[in-house]
């Protein structure tokens, strides 16, 4: 018998891997890499060479991005599509089940822990939209679930599977210590950046203007300081890595600005490069460098670069300018 998990990297899927295991069950697991996930850290990757399972790693598609955009059941508290989310990765599942001749696929939800996707009715909901009913075992909540076919059919113990529930983690954590994890799991950090209102605000603004998001645009909206004026973008770093990102980020369409001389922010400016936005993203990174300390309304000179088009072969064009920084105001009308 072999069945497919869903692994996140998490203390939840962690566990139901465990349970599986301990059912001698042979287990694959798949890790999606989601472009709003906040954690950093290769936890799954960690979590599969523990277990000693092989790992299937599937990236997000541009069909995700179109989910993002337009979610069939809505969004929670931000732009957050956690039903739609779900119900993309459980069919990503399903697909990777067949190839790897899985029997079966197991998830680390828990009953009534998120919400919007873990309530009874959105569980059934996402596996049968995903073509997937009785299909889809949770080993942690199962008692509390109706039988899937895997247990029907003997596959899996249900008596040896939990009735956890709630949004409490200390059945779970009581459960690592019983299995012996101790603290080999991460502390619940990050998540998805979706359900927080200031990066949900700049990807509701980047699908206003944009016809088509690629990764790079959902890699700048996790950086700087982010200005709209009209069909210009302005995006302002706020520390020595966030310049680099921004500079290895760009595209040849942008303009680079700084304060030479100082500490300064590296500032881009995307979309339409008018007299006005150019301007705009000088007197920004003029109000972000450390020329104005201590001298508030002073001038300062701003280099600016771009990629001169009109010449055979593109070369980098510099040019400066003097301008007064905007004031918190100005400022507060251009924030995204």
């Known amino acids: ?41 290769d936890y799954a990757g960690e979590a599969a060479k523990r277990f000693g399972i092989p790992l299937v790693r599937i990236e997000a598609s541009e069909e995700y991005f179109d989910m993002v955009k337009n979610p069939e059941h809505g969004y929670g508290s931000g732009m957050n599509p956690c039903i739609d989310c779900r119900i993309y990765m459980l069919r990503e599942a399903k697909r990777i089940a067949k190839e790897e001749g899985a029997d079966f696929i197991f998830t680390g939800d828990v009953l009534g822990e998120r919400p919007m996707s873990q309530h009874r009715k959105a569980l059934e909901l996402e596996e049968k939209e995903a073509g997937l009913e009785k299909m889809v075992l949770r080993p942690l909540s199962a008692k509390l679930l109706p039988e899937t076919i895997p247990e029907r059919q003997g596959w899996v113990d249900r008596s040896k599977l939990f009735a956890i529930k709630g949004k409490s983690r200390k059945p779970q954590i009581a459960l690592a210590k019983k299995f012996g994890l101790h603290n080999d799991y991460p502390s619940p950090s990050g998540g998805c950046l979706l359900t927080y209102r200031e990066f949900a605000a700049k990807l509701r603004d980047l699908f206003e203007h944009n016809e088509r998001v690629a990764k790079r645009d959902v890699s700048l909206l996790k950086i700087g300081r982010h200005f709209r004026f009209d069909a210009s973008k302005i995006i302002v770093g706020r520390n020595e890595a966030e310049n680099k990102l921004l500079l290895d980020l760009k595209s040849p369409e942008d303009y680079v600005f700084e304060v030479p001389g100082y500490g300064s922010p590296i500032t881009i400016l995307e979309g339409l490069k008018s007299k006005e936005a150019i301007e705009l993203a000088a007197k920004l990174t003029a ?7 201590g001298a508030e309304g002073k001038e300062v000179l701003v280099e600016v ?32």
């Open 287 to 293: 109000r972000y460098s450390d020329a104005t300390m």
């Open 305 to 336: 670069k771009y990629e001169d088009k009109e010449q055979k072969e593109a070369r980098v064009k510099v040019t400066s300018m003097v301008v007064s920084p905007l004031d918190e105001t100005q400022i507060a009308r251009l924030r995204i």
């Open 1 to 41: 018998m072999k069945a497919l998990a869903l692994l996140s990297g998490g203390l939840d899927s962690i566990l139901a891997i465990k349970i599986i295991l301990d059912q001698g069950i042979e287990v694959v697991a798949v890790n999606f890499i989601l472009p709003f996930v906040a954690e950093k850290e």
